[in-house]
């Protein structure tokens, strides 16, 4: 970036990243008065704010998810319409991570300026895809957590691979209540129809707003032990990561846990023991 397009409207500040002439912030760590968010994980929706901008699903999720927390004046706009915040345009761009996920594209001043959020390039069937942006970008602002990741399995394969490592044993996989698990049981769903997943009542409210917001998260019931005693055959359990702490001795499970790291020796995106 050269001298000519430096851009001196945003800045860093305790809360977060700030936008001086739009007044607020994004992704902001603090309840701010004002902020734009990307999508609705915990790290990256801001809880008891005032006025908050986001895309209309993940204000959905957000308030499923925070409850009384989630944005008090909730302003929802859907990906690629361009509206006003003070001087400022911004635009939300599909960022291809979870259900509702954003980029943000602001524009002010003859410059614009893309926050990338969490992005995904690769296939997800619970949400759109990755969306470029169609104007010069003069700041870019990426995230880059897997940066260096080395390859690993497609979430597919590392499920394929799951299913036939467990045998006829019944399958427990830890996952991330938004987003993840979703992810993992519309897969399961498209690979196996006659497979039955059992969720974990922290994962079932999600996995509801989803199909209310009109994506699918795949066939599923509510985890409940006489129901998995009446079910033929193999089945999978979703539950948070925590909660599998209680079955580390179990020889019972084939237990994996779903991660977005690398297959390595610190982590994997499925490791099943």
């Not at 986001?54 to 998810?65: C, H, M, Q, S, Y």
């Not at 990338?116 to 997800?124: A, C, H, L």
């Not at 080395?150 to 045998?167: F, M, N, V, Y």
């Amino acid at each position: 970036m050269t001298a000519s397009t430096r851009v001196e409207w945003l800045t860093l500040r305790s809360a977060g990243l700030y936008c001086i002439p739009g007044d607020f912030y994004v992704d902001p760590t603090t309840a701010v008065p004002r902020a734009v968010v990307s999508h609705a994980h915990a790290d990256h929706y801001p809880r008891y704010c005032h006025e908050v901008h986001g895309t209309p699903e993940t204000l959905a999720i957000g308030k499923v998810r925070y409850l009384a927390n989630a944005a008090k004046e909730p302003q929802p706009h859907v990906c690629g319409e361009r509206f006003m915040i003070g001087p400022v345009a911004v635009t939300f761009l599909h960022a291809g991570h979870i259900l509702g996920s954003a980029q943000v594209l602001m524009e002010y001043a003859g410059q614009a300026t893309l926050y990338s959020g969490d992005i995904g390039f690769d296939n997800n069937p619970t949400c759109a895809p990755l969306q470029m942006p169609t104007v010069p970008i003069d700041l870019l602002i990426c995230e880059s957590t897997f940066g260096e990741k080395e390859h690993h399995p497609t979430p597919e394969d590392a499920l394929r691979e799951t299913l036939e490592a467990a045998g006829k044993r019944h399958i427990i996989i830890g996952t991330y209540i938004l987003g993840k698990a979703q992810r993992i049981n519309r897969i399961l769903t498209d690979l196996n129809p006659k497979l039955q997943v059992f969720v974990d009542r922290n994962i079932s409210p999600i996995h509801n707003a989803y199909s209310s917001l009109g994506t699918d998260p795949g066939l599923h019931k509510l985890y409940r032990r006489e129901d998995t005693k009446r079910t033929q055959g193999q089945w999978v359990w979703l539950l948070p990561p925590q909660k599998m702490t209680g079955f580390h001795k179990d020889r019972e499970y084939y237990k994996v846990f779903a991660s977005g790291w690398n297959k390595s020796e610190k982590s994997a995106w499925l490791n099943g023991q």
